[in-house]
């Protein structure tokens, strides 16, 4: 091995991609470069970028050595010079070992060396977007080609890719998809030539760019610019399309998984054209697009981009996107900077795609040389300026917060949905969701507004009247309440006698049921809630004691809510220690034991392991429905789905109440919930759906299981944190579930107590409840094409609905719909007096307002909030969705004795009201998905 490799190799010990530059390392971009002049040494380029801080290189790949020296000897037979350049054999395959191939370089089609035609001239390209362009003539046009020569191309290019299969090159940048200008009227896109300005007085090497646009639109003014029209259906386009299907369904990209990159240059005709090629590839999983930047953009086609990118983001497999460095300007102290509509679009994709987009830096820097410290060198300053927009609000609390970091796994990831009844949760299952920020604390709010309604309105019995230093509730109400030792409690409590306050309270008594508990979150925050509120009525002198029922089916689950009890002072309420402790409370008080089984503001938990459905079959579940005055005054659950009702919330509520385990004027938390549902376009999404097909339908029987199948694959509603993926328009209602049902006041239900004239009017209520649903929505066409929605998860982009979108749109967008995603938006509870503002879809709490609400439905996202992700529905056939046209979608919730089911289909009606294209029904009957009950 030669001294250069040694160094190489002793320099950088790790590959790239594990060990990311200085630059990029505090930002997580990935860059790579591309040097025009080291296009042929990867080495070279390697040693370079390395240097200067990229992560990898980009390096054109060789021509068959035969046919080199078969074009070497025609020329010297015909008398012909042959340039050195173009016969020379690379020498830096020996300096490199195969892990820094296949980790740190990508490959690139180039035309061959030997061949010295001039550029085409049907498309006005940047050197960039020129790459490989001779060839790829070669391969698909079929005008002017001789067929000697379109044989060598393709000897040349299939060549080229069997090299980087061979050497375990990770992907492969591909040509621009063909496009040819023309007049004609079959499908024509028209777009204004750009104009560029490059004028600058910038002063600091991060300041924003000059104001470029305001000089390009008054120079507009002035000059008429011209308008070019172009056909992306085109001969060569249904070529290229050809080659680059055979060639993803190869043994190149199928077993040495090299990804296809398709240049695809920031104009709507080229997008365009890309979509279309991806959809004659089927969606290939292999096939990506690297987005590039090689011209200036006029801040009037702004809102244009934006929706297009917007579409492509989801359906176009996007996987880089490369900055030419022609493309930036420069300020007064030479350093490198983009305009505001390049920084626009730079905070749009990485916003949407940063956590898993490679950037890449290329062109040729005016006065680099071949291997000198000017060459690279300079082009560091590319990468400082692209980590410094990285790194500026509002990116890294997009791409780097707590919230981020635990997504990133799931990014794209399908997931069945919980088998709630049939399975049980595992440990770390239960400790990722009590990592939520936001859920928990929007459901002790709604627990405190409930105990406070509660005894407005005299819900809650009076106890008793008692006196009481509780100091000890600060540390409750907050959740701090410590480990084993209540007496330590009272103790504290009595050390700050001096310091509180002795108060004498009314008592009242509430009763709350937490069904699901889980491993307790719930269970804390009502006891937190009720400190809270005991703590706020102490001016009124007025105190709640509550207990509390946690009601748990899994085994394991139980033993934790035991371990906790057994642990945690709050939730024994004086009760355990009462006949144990020889105790007195820092007052005088005639019946010691009394007042310590009924501490002012503390609960005393009880766990009960039975399903929810199954009380009556409890001795102590059993007795309290005996009892009206024992029964439920608050039922609190976390039942719900990603679609609100798909984790069978309805059936297991309607259970506990048809049980008669609740009080007649009990409160439900959550009190309703709203099922969403949108059209998404994303490829990555329908591709993950079509390679379920070949997973096991039971996994748990090993390799000999039988594969799910296509129709099991796309018919089974999956759980996604949605990535690359598009929602195309805003989420539309379904349907809303409300608890607990209403009772009547004059009917009454017979109870295992051989008593059948106890009253239960709450329970009679449950009774013949029909859960089954259908929705038929529309979704009209909207002019930003969902953008401010962006992947269908997170809270929508106001700015995006401002958009003029009219500015400098001159073509059409077709959108392809892969599926739909599924939301939810629900009310944990409201006031009385805010009845129907808890149901529009924002939250205003800080305005005194007196509801809690949780979401993942966009337009009401509960920002922070992670435990739930949208529920996909995929569609066995693409539909396209063009210019103008309606999305209509009709979904059932279905249900028999043991199962619950969706079915689903869509269609694309047009302006004349016909149907252009439509969907079957998946999943009749519930044939290849269901939950069982």
């Not at 997009?398 to 997504?407: F, K, M, P, Q």
């Not at 859960?771 to 962006?790: E, I, K, T, Y």
């Not at 009385?832 to 809690?852: H, I």
């Not at 309606?886 to 009606?909: G, L, M, P, Q």
Request: proline share 5%.
């Amino acid at each position: 091995m030669s001294s250069e490799s040694i160094s190489l190799s002793t320099a950088h010990s790790a590959p790239a991609s594990a060990a990311p530059s200085s630059s990029s390392k505090t930002t997580n971009l990935i860059c790579g470069v591309y040097q025009p002049e080291n296009s042929q040494n990867a080495f070279l380029s390697l040693q370079d970028g390395k240097r200067d801080g990229f992560d990898y290189i980009v390096t054109e790949l060789p021509v068959p050595i035969g046919i080199v020296a078969a074009a070497a000897a025609a020329a010297a037979a015909d008398g012909r010079v042959v340039s050195k350049d173009s016969i020379s054999v690379r020498t830096d395959l020996k300096k490199m070992d195969s892990r820094w191939w296949s980790t740190s370089v990508v490959g690139i089609v180039g035309d061959p060396p030997h061949w010295k035609s001039a550029l085409t001239k049907s498309v006005h390209v940047t050197s960039s977007d020129a790459t490989g362009s001779e060839l790829m003539k070669a391969l698909t046009s079929s005008k002017g080609i001789s067929s000697q020569k379109k044989q060598e191309a393709e000897k040349i290019f299939w060549g080229m890719m069997e090299w980087a299969s061979h050497m375990c090159i990770p992907a492969v940048i591909l040509p621009t998809v063909p496009v040819t200008e023309t007049m004609s009227d079959g499908d024509i896109i028209k777009l204004k030539t750009e104009v560029k300005n490059s004028s600058s007085d910038e002063e600091d090497m991060f300041d924003d760019a000059p104001d470029y646009e305001s000089q390009d639109h008054q120079h507009s003014k002035s000059t008429p610019k011209k308008e070019k029209s172009f056909s992306i259906n085109n001969p060569s386009a249904k070529e290229y399309a050809r080659l680059i299907s055979q060639l993803s369904t190869s043994s190149i990209c199928s077993t040495s998984r090299v990804q296809l990159w398709i240049r695809v240059p920031l104009t709507l005709h080229h997008l365009q054209a890309y979509q279309l090629l991806l959809a004659r590839c089927d969606h290939s999983p292999s096939v990506g697009c690297m987005l590039s930047i090689t011209s200036p953009l006029n801040v009037t086609e702004l809102p244009a981009i934006t929706r297009a990118l917007h579409i492509v983001m989801g359906g176009g497999h996007v996987k880089g996107i490369s900055w030419d460095v022609s493309v930036f300007l420069k300020n007064k102290r030479g350093y490198p900077t983009l305009s505001k509509s390049h920084q626009y679009l730079f905070q749009l994709v990485y916003g949407r795609l940063g956590r898993t987009l490679r950037t890449l830096v290329e062109g040729r820097v005016p006065g680099a040389s071949n291997h000198d410290d000017g060459g690279s060198a300079t082009r560091r300053f590319y990468l400082q300026y692209l980590a410094h927009l990285r790194s500026r609000a509002p990116l890294p609390s997009i791409l780097d917060s707590e919230e981020a970091v635990l997504e990133t796994p799931y990014l794209d990831n399908l997931q069945s949905p919980l088998q709630p009844l049939g399975d049980h949760l595992e440990y770390q299952t239960y400790e990722t969701f009590e990592k939520d920020p936001v859920k928990y604390k929007r459901y002790g709010e709604a627990v405190e507004l409930a105990l406070e309604d509660g005894l407005k309105e005299g819900k809650f019995p009076f106890v008793k009247r008692t006196k009481s230093n509780v100091s000890y509730l600060t540390q409750i109400a907050t959740g701090d309440d410590g480990e084993l030792g209540l007496e330590q409690l009272l103790v504290e409590s009595d050390n700050k006698r001096d310091d509180g306050v002795v108060h004498e309270l009314d008592l009242y008594e509430t009763t709350i049921f937490v069904v699901g508990a889980g491993r307790g979150p719930l269970v804390r925050e009502s006891i937190a809630a009720v400190a809270r509120v005991s703590s706020s009525l102490l001016a009124e002198n007025k105190a709640l004691i509550a207990k509390v029922v946690a009601i748990e089916k899994n085994p394991s689950a139980v033993l934790y809510l035991q371990s906790l009890k057994s642990t945690y002072r709050s939730w024994n309420g004086g009760e355990k220690y009462a006949e144990e402790l020889d105790l007195h409370y820092p007052h005088n008080c005639e019946n010691d034991f009394e007042f310590l089984n009924q501490f002012p503001g503390l609960s005393s938990v009880t766990v009960v392991g039975c399903d929810m459905r199954e009380a009556t079959s409890h001795p102590l579940l059993k007795f309290m429905i005996q009892n009206e005055e024992f029964r439920a005054d608050i039922v609190v659950s976390e039942l719900l789905g990603s679609f609100g009702d798909n984790e069978l919330s309805p059936e297991c509520l309607d259970g506990v109440q048809r049980c008669g385990i609740l009080k007649d004027n009990c409160v439900s938390i959550p009190q309703n919930y709203t099922a969403f549902i949108a059209p998404v376009s994303s490829s990555r999404l329908y591709s993950e759906a079509r390679c379920q097909s070949s997973f096991p339908v039971h996994p748990e029987e090993g390799p000999a299981a039988p594969a799910s199948g296509m129709q099991r694959a796309l018919e089974t509603p999956y759980v996604v944190r949605s990535h690359a993926a598009s929602q195309t328009h805003p989420e539309r209602a379904c349907w809303t579930f409300s608890h607990p049902h209403s009772s009547k006041s004059d009917t009454r239900m017979d109870i295992e107590d051989n008593n059948p004239s106890k009253t239960n009017a709450s329970a009679d209520a449950a009774r013949n409840i029909n859960n089954d649903r259908q929705a038929h929505v529309s979704f009209r066409s909207d002019p930003m094409l969902g953008a401010s929605a962006g992947c269908g998860y997170g809270a929508v982009d106001t700015d995006m609905d401002s958009m003029d979108v009219k500015v400098g749109l001159d073509g059409t967008t077709n959108v392809t719909i892969h599926g739909f995603l599924g939301s939810f938006h629900s009310v944990l509870y409201e006031s009385p007096s805010d009845k129907s503002k808890a149901g529009e879809m924002k939250r205003k709490s800080s305005d005194g307002e007196r509801f809690s609400v949780i979401s993942i439905a966009p337009k009401s996202f509960s920002v922070g909030m992670f435990s739930w992700f949208p529920l996909y529905f995929p569609l066995k056939q693409p539909l396209c969705a063009p210019e103008g046209s309606t999305v209509n979608c009709s979904v059932w919730r279905r249900s028999d004795d043991a199962r619950v089911w969706y079915e689903w289909c869509a269609e694309v009606i047009g302006n004349d009201g016909n149907v252009w294209s439509t969907s079957s029904i998946h999943n009749p009957g519930g044939r290849s998905y269901h939950v069982r009950l």
